[in-house]
C-alpha cells in the first residue's frame, strides 16, 4: 500500500474536523447560532477542502506526466544500450 502524502494526510485531517464539527451541530441542540452563520461556515470549510482536492489533481497529473515522459526517456536509453551490446557481439564474430 503505497504512503500518503503530505497533502492527502492535511485533506484527511480536514474531513476529520468537518464530520465532528457536523457531529457536534447535530448532537449539542443547546448551542444557539443563526442558520446562516452555521451555513457560512460549513461552506467555508467545504470550499477549502474542495480547494485543497483540486490543487491534488492538478499535480497528480504533473506527477503522471513527469513519470510517463521519465519512463519514454528510460525505455530509449535501455534500448540504445541493448542495440549497442548486439551490434559489438556480431562485430565480435566477424573477427
Known amino acids: 500500500m503505497p504512503k ?3 497533502k ?6 480536514y474531513r476529520r474536523k ?6 457536534l451541530n447535530q448532537s449539542n441542540s443547546f ?3 443563526k ?3 452555521k451555513k457560512f461556515s460549513e ?9 485543497k482536492v ?4 492538478k499535480e497528480d497529473k504533473n506527477i503522471s506526466y ?3 515522459s521519465d519512463l519514454k526517456k528510460s525505455l530509449i536509453f535501455i534500448f540504445l544500450i541493448i542495440s549497442l551490446e548486439i551490434a559489438l557481439y556480431f562485430v565480435k564474430l566477424i573477427k
Open 4 to 6: 500518503k502524502t503530505k
Open 18 to 23: 468537518l464530520q465532528l464539527l457536523e457531529k
Open 43 to 51: 461552506k467555508r470549510l467545504s470550499e477549502n477542502i474542495y480547494q
Open 35 to 37: 442558520p446562516q452563520e
Open 66 to 68: 513527469y513519470f510517463f
Open 31 to 33: 448551542i444557539q447560532e
Open 8 to 13: 492527502q494526510k492535511i485533506l484527511a485531517s
Open 54 to 57: 483540486k490543487i491534488e489533481k
